[in-house]
């Protein structure tokens, strides 16, 4: 599957499991490409994990107080990306 979960971010999977994508433009070419953002994983809350601790490695933050606002914003977007997964996998009734 892969599933547009934001403006250039997608959740996708195979048989054995999942990952999240994300658009970048490549300094080389200047063209937007898609790439893989987190690992591989078994479990979306194993997946949500990664993507959460992968934001914060990724961090320019230079004191704790800009690194807390960088959490409670990517805190945000996982809560979002969250209900979107749950909204297209919820079956319709």
Not at 21 to 29: F, L, V
Not at 59 to 79: H, Q, Y
Request: net charge positive; aromatic share 8%; with cysteine.
């Amino acid at each position: 599957m892969k599933i547009k979960i934001k403006d250039g971010t997608y959740l996708n999977s195979d048989a054995q499991c999942y990952w999240i994508s994300k658009e970048r433009e490549n300094k080389k070419t200047g063209k937007t490409e898609e790439r893989r953002f987190t690992g591989y994983f078994g479990r979306i809350d194993q997946l949500l994990d990664d993507y959460f601790e992968q934001h914060i490695r990724d961090s320019k933050s230079s004191s704790l107080t800009a690194l807390r606002k960088d959490v409670a914003a990517i805190k945000k977007e996982i809560r979002e990306i969250a209900e979107e997964i749950k909204r297209c996998l919820t079956p319709e009734e």
